[in-house]
C-alpha cells in the first residue's frame, strides 16, 4: 500500500498557504490552498553527521535492522528525516566491514532507506596529533591509499558519499582527487593543515570542512593555528555544531560575520545518548557520559565525544544566538547540508517528500515540529 500524505501549510520562506500532497516517499503535488496562519512547511531537516540517535551507537558491531529504526524514528520525530550515517576512525577492515553491513540492513528496508540517505566516512585519515584526532583512536588511523578510496566506493554502490580527511597526511591529496573522481564529497577535519595543505586540498577537490571549531586542542596559538587559517582561506563549506557547547554563541556569531553565509551549514554531530535521557552511553569502544547539560564527555577527559543535540533544537539554538527567525536559519540545516553532499532537497514536485510541518505560536516562535518522508 502506498501511503499518502496531505499537508496544508505556508511555504517557510514565502508565507503562500499550499497543499502538497506526498505520496509513497515523493511529493506528487503543490497547489495554492488556503492555510492556517500558524502552520508552516519546510524542507526536512538534513543531518550529514549522525553517529547514533535514540541510544544507538552506529559504532557497534552487530546491529540489526530494529536499531536503525529505532535511531531514524527518533531522528524524525526531532525534525530529521534524512541523514548521512556517520562511522568514525576503528581498524580499516573492520570499518569497511561495518559498513558493508549496515548498507545491506539499510538497502533491505523501505523506510531506511528513505531516511539513511548516504554516509559519511570520519577518518581513519586524519590527524593523530593531541586534540587533533578528539575522540578518534590515533593508533588505528593511517594514510589513504588510492585502494582504500576505490574500496569505499565498491561498499557503498552509488549511495552519495561524505569523506572527512586530514590532508596533511602523507597521499592525502592522491587520495582526495580520487574520491572527488569516484563522486564523494570530501571535507577536511580532525586536522591542522598549512596554508599550502588548504590550496592543495581544494586543489584536488575538496570543498568542506567538518565541525569547524572542533576536532582541534583546547589552547591554540594565538598568531596562527588551523582556525585562522582555515578561515583566511575561505572556499569551504564548513560545518558547525549549534549547541552552544562545541561553539560558544560568541564565536558562533563570529563565524557567521567571517564566513560566507552560503558557506555554512549545521550539524548535531549526534551521538547515541542524542534523543535520550542523561547518562552512559558508548561511542564504539568509548564509554561516554551525558549529564542534564548535554554534554557529552568521556570520563575524566575534555575533549568533546559527539553531541547529544536534537536536530530540531539545533534550528532553536541557531535562531537564539544570531537573534534571527527559524525561517532564516532553516535552510542552513535543511537544503544547504543536502546540496552540499549532493542531494536535491528542493520543495518540488517529483523530489523527496522530506518534509517538516512545523507549528509556530502567535510570536512566530517555533512550537512543534513533525517530519514526514
Ligand atoms: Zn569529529
Not at 549496515?102 to 590527524?127: C, M, N, Q, Y
Not at 596529533?129 to 594514510?143: L, S, Y
Not at 564527555?297 to 547529544?308: E, F, H, V, Y
Request: aromatic share 6%; net charge negative.
Amino acid at each position: 500500500m502506498v501511503d499518502t500524505t496531505e499537508i496544508i501549510a505556508r511555504h517557510y520562506l514565502t508565507g503562500e498557504g499550499h497543499r502538497v500532497v506526498c505520496c509513497g516517499g515523493v511529493i506528487e503535488s503543490i497547489d495554492p490552498a488556503e492555510a492556517p496562519a500558524d502552520r508552516w512547511y519546510a524542507p526536512g531537516i538534513f543531518d550529514p553527521q549522525i553517529n547514533g540517535y535514540a541510544g544507538v551507537d552506529f559504532q557497534k558491531d552487530g546491529l540489526e535492522t530494529q536499531d536503525l529504526q529505532k535511531a531514524a524514528e527518533g531522528l524524525l520525530s526531532d525534525g530529521c528525516p534524512r541523514w548521512l550515517l556517520t562511522l568514525i576512525t576503528d581498524d580499516w577492515e573492520k570499518l569497511i566491514d561495518r559498513l558493508r553491513h549496515l548498507k545491506a540492513l539499510r538497502d533491505a528496508d523501505e523506510g531506511l532507506r528513505r531516511a539513511i540517505t548516504g554516509w559519511h566516512v570520519e577518518g581513519p585519515f586524519l590527524s593523530p596529533e593531541p586534540g587533533f584526532c578528539g575522540a578518534h583512536d590515533p593508533t588505528v588511523m593511517r594514510d589513504a591509499v588510492v585502494g582504500d578510496i576505490n574500496q569505499l566506493r565498491e561498499t557503498l554502490g552509488d549511495d552519495p558519499i561524505l569523506l572527512t580527511v586530514a590532508p596533511e597526511r602523507e597521499g592525502a591529496m592522491a587520495a582526495i582527487a580520487r574520491a572527488v573522481e569516484l563522486g564523494m564529497r570530501v571535507s577536511l577535519g580532525h586536522c591542522d593543515p598549512s596554508v599550502e595543505n588548504l590550496t592543495d586540498a581544494k586543489s584536488a577537490g575538496a570543498t568542506g570542512f567538518t565541525h569547524l571549531s572542533n576536532g582541534g586542542p583546547q589552547e591554540l596559538d594565538r598568531h596562527d593555528n588551523f582556525l585562522w587559517r582555515v578561515l583566511d582561506a575561505g572556499g569551504l563549506m564548513c560545518g558547525l555544531i549549534p549547541d552552544r557547547i562545541h561553539v560558544r554563541p560568541m564565536l558562533f556569531r563570529v563565524l557567521h560575520r567571517v564566513l560566507e553565509p552560503v558557506n555554512i551549514y549545521y550539524t548535531t554531530d549526534a551521538m547515541s545518548a542524542a534523543g535520550a535521557p542523561p547518562g552512559r552511553y558508548t561511542v564504539g569502544r568509548l564509554d561516554i557520559e551525558v549529564g542534564e547539560d548535554q554534554v557529552v564527555r568521556q570520563p575524566g577527559k575534555t575533549n568533546l565525544a559527539g553531541s547529544a543535540l536534537r536536530p530540531i533544537q539545533g534550528v532553536e539554538r541557531v535562531a537564539e544566538m544570531l537573534g534571527q527567525s527559524w525561517q532564516e536559519v532553516w535552510d542552513s540545516f535543511s537544503t544547504r547540508p543536502a546540496t552540499f553532499v549532493g542531494i536535491d532537497s528542493e520543495l518540488t514536485p517529483g523530489n523527496s517528500s522530506s518534509i517538516c510541518k512545523v507549528t509556530t505560536d502567535d510570536s512566530g516562535q517555533l512550537v512543534s515540529v513533525e517530519a514526514i518522508q
